[in-house]
């Protein structure tokens, strides 16, 4: 399906940073009608100078998005695309409602695990609630499940200054319903952000493709939040290399115990790894830009699960005792993870 055959869409983005600009960027050039709720010096340079966009073998382009403080102005949207940390979605969930109108659709892009992981029927965790993502319910409450799709990113886009964003590499995207299986809802969305240069595929099964990034995640992010270095020198090195199989290992086992199917070679994995280069982890980036990191859906989630299974993960526990250390030492995370 080309971009001429679909008609244009409401379509919000929660989540002014490096991924939901990405979004934005490309929604609002295929001729959708976009608008990103922004705060600060973010919303102060999307209104006076628009999104600035590059990505490989573009030139640098401006990009007029409807730039907003409150959702309020926005009014329901088709789609609402949701790039924030974790950590971030509790505070403004509430704030979302006038988005959402009864066919509204919600796709969460974040990392880790999402609230609704374990929401949905037929595994082995069903009803499992993640407080280390939703501590109080709110997001439970507000975010209707049945008008949620489940979401997986895998690009490498950064933020170097407010309203500007850069994508490096990358860009899949996967999407799916959270309870599995096809959808027609999902093939269409798929379709609309394909033909908007988001390259996307319908899952039957979201949940393992959100465990199979979780795997990346959780030892990539982590490992570079402690050493401070790009994956390739973490995974040429001896030391951490082991660590990172480690780390690896364990949290493809724990998926396994979590009734997921998950076909992955380990010393595979390292290798696609080591072939996309020096990778600067966005928990990194967020260390180095004085950001909360994003620990707590990316290691505290599944070692909430570990515990439910009574799981042993000594690495997962290690690492994130570690990175939690070296996060809470720059001021950038707290003790409300829950650590299983």
Not at 167 to 175: A, D, N, Q, T, Y
Not at 227 to 233: E, G, I, K, N
């Amino acid at each position: 399906m080309n971009q001429t055959s679909i008609s244009a869409r409401r379509i919000a983005i929660i989540g002014a940073g490096a991924i939901g600009g990405h979004f934005a960027a490309r929604l609002a050039l295929a001729g959708h009608r976009v608008s990103m709720l922004a705060r600060g010096a973010t919303l102060q340079a999307l209104t006076a100078s628009g999104l600035r966009y590059a990505a490989p073998g573009e030139p640098e382009r401006t990009v007029p998005v409807n730039a907003c403080a409150d959702c309020a102005a926005m009014g329901p949207q088709d789609l609402v695309v949701i790039a924030l940390k974790s950590h971030a979605l509790p505070g403004v969930v509430d704030s979302l409602a006038p988005l959402i109108g009864p066919e509204t659709v919600v796709l969460p892009v974040g990392n880790g695990l999402p609230w609704w992981y374990f929401l949905t029927p037929g595994n082995p965790l069903q009803g499992l609630r993640l407080a280390s993502v939703d501590p109080d319910g709110r997001i439970e409450r507000a975010l209707p499940l049945g008008q949620v799709l489940g979401g997986s990113v895998m690009a490498s886009c950064s933020c170097p200054a407010p309203g500007v964003v850069r994508h490096h590499s990358g860009g899949k995207v996967v999407i799916g319903e959270p309870a599995g299986g096809a959808s027609d809802r999902a093939s269409d969305w798929a379709q609309v952000l394909t033909a908007a240069g988001l390259p996307t595929t319908a899952s039957t099964d979201i949940r393992r493709d959100l465990w199979m990034k979780l795997l990346g995640n959780a030892c990539s992010n982590p490992l570079s939040l402690i050493t401070q270095a790009t994956t390739d020198r973490i995974v040429d090195h001896p030391g951490t290399r082991a660590v990172f199989k480690n780390l690896l290992s364990e949290c493809l086992a724990l998926g396994r115990r979590a009734g997921l199917t998950l076909d992955v070679d380990v010393t595979q994995r390292i290798a696609q790894t080591r072939e996309l280069g020096a990778i600067k982890t966005s928990m990194l980036q967020d260390l180095e830009a004085g950001r909360w990191v994003e620990l707590d859906a990316i290691l505290a989630a599944p070692l909430e699960c570990a515990a439910r299974l009574e799981f042993d993960a000594p690495w997962m526990r290690t690492v994130f005792a570690l990175a939690g250390l070296r996060a809470a030492q720059a001021g950038l995370y707290g003790d409300h993870g829950v650590a299983g």
